[in-house]
């Protein structure tokens, strides 16, 4: 049995930079857990295995994890915790073997972490300066700053940070002043970030302390997983921003609330076997190939395939399937009656849909799929591009030809064509083949 949960988070009025998480209906979604011994498995929103663990009583264990201990071992498994699996044992001695066989196989990354003591990266928020900087720093000390972390994932960090800095726009430079002692002119004007106003410039004295810190206010609380507290206070701004007629300020803000929005994912918790987490982690190696074979920056979770079908040049039908990590996502399958082009012209369908389809998700403000792919060649894939562009997003996007099975991509003069017993490969071939038949 599957069991939903949605994060909700509150506040510490005791200690309002204590990382607190409320789980609406979880406590009583975790009481449905036997309470015998077993091992339970946590996994990331792209289904990898981030810890496992092994319980005497795995209810009171898993319980124990959303409690507020405040501890850092707690708060970095809650921060990209989305789904729980657990197997029952017979013993606590059964518990612990199987423990160690699936640590040993999968080597989850907080296992990893805490048992061969390596130095993980915090993020580092100077309070204490006048215009605080965030950074990444091996070495947590008790000197009045904030820390964050710590993050085993660097890589992923590191794009975080970007987002981050981009959004939120503190300064990056190690420049050492205060507001009543700037620095000079010529040491700053060829700043990048200066230049690209992705800084608020405290050098140059066009912000007081005052106003720099209230700004990273929303930082600091995005970093403390504060995200609705968070979105009401950029609502309120935008509808103040729009109220002022500043309508590009009220657009920036709309999309902040909308990747927030984004972070409210489910908690899935349910029993499974050895050979069910087999079966799960082979998914997770063949969406891990994918991504590193088409070369994407984000793990390829949510996949939508089309399709056009037509019989002898009549009643054509676009068809749309989405997979999610792997499997069929049934509810969010579509379909498309042809109303702009007649006679038979599959490229000129295919534009159609797409543009269709991604019209009214980005007018609704709903979530986008991580890969788009077209059953067809490069014409197929021009035309839906086109698509893309003209709604000015930017989304991978491929195209996959029967004929030889080469998969080609924007940009690229050349078809990648992949094993034949590649598990990627498969995959998409799975979606094609169930976007044709669906159609």
């Known amino acids: 049995m599957i069991y939903h949960a949605r994060y909700i988070f509150g506040s510490d009025k005791s200690d309002p930079y204590k990382n607190i998480i409320y789980i609406m209906n979880l406590k009583e ?13 946590m996994r990331d929103a792209t289904a990898k295995i981030i810890y496992i663990g092994k319980a005497i009583r795995l209810r009171n264990r898993i319980n124990s994890y959303f409690r507020n201990d405040g501890t850092s071992k707690n708060s970095a498994i809650l921060s990209s915790l989305r789904h729980i699996d657990f197997i029952l044992a017979a013993s606590e001695s059964e518990a612990l073997v199987l423990e160690n066989q699936l640590i040993k196989e999968y080597q989850p990354y907080y296992n990893v972490m805490w048992r061969d003591d390596k130095s993980y990266p915090y993020l580092k928020l100077t309070i204490k300066e006048d215009f605080p900087r965030l950074f990444l720093t091996r070495k947590k000390i008790n000197d009045g700053n904030q820390y964050f972390g710590p993050y085993p994932q660097s890589g992923q960090i590191s794009y975080l940070l970007k987002w981050l800095q981009k959004t939120f726009k503190w300064r990056p430079c190690r420049l050492d002043f205060q507001y009543v002692s700037l620095p000079r002119e010529n040491k700053i004007k060829s700043c990048l970030y200066l230049q690209t106003d992705k800084c608020y410039a405290p050098c140059l004295g066009k912000i007081t302390p005052k106003e720099y810190k209230r700004n990273l206010n929303g930082l600091s609380l995005f970093l403390r997983g504060r995200y609705k507290y968070l979105a009401k206070i950029w609502e309120k701004e935008m509808r103040q921003a729009s109220k002022n007629l500043k309508f590009e300020k009220a657009s920036e803000l709309r999309n902040r609330i909308q990747a927030l929005n984004q972070i409210h994912e489910k908690i899935t918790i349910r029993e499974i076997t050895p050979g069910d987490l087999t079966l799960s982690l082979n998914t997770t190696k063949t969406l891990e190939e994918l991504k590193n074979v088409l070369s994407l920056l984000n793990w390829p979770s949510i996949i939508e395939g089309f399709d056009i079908s037509n019989i002898s040049g009549y009643e054509p039908v676009g068809s749309m399937v989405r997979f999610h990590n792997g499997k069929p996502d049934k509810n969010n399958y579509r ?16 534009k159609e849909v797409v543009y269709r389809r991604y019209n009214r998700l980005k007018n609704e403000s709903k979530e986008l799929p991580d890969l788009i792919l077209i059953d067809g060649g490069k014409g197929q894939l021009s035309s839906a591009s086109l698509s893309l562009n ?50």
């Open 29 to 41: 979604r975790i009481k449905n857990i036997p309470n015998k011994p077993g091992v339970y498995i």
């Open 390 to 439: 003209n709604l000015k997003l930017d989304i991978p996007i491929i195209s996959l030809a029967k004929k030889e099975e080469e998969i080609f991509m924007p940009g690229k003069n050349k078809p990648l064509k992949l094993p034949k017993d590649s598990s990627a490969l498969h995959l998409l071939q799975k979606i094609r083949d169930e976007a044709h038949r669906f159609a």
């Open 335 to 350: 379909k498309f009656k042809i109303k702009t082009v007649q006679g038979i012209n599959d490229t000129a369908m295919i």
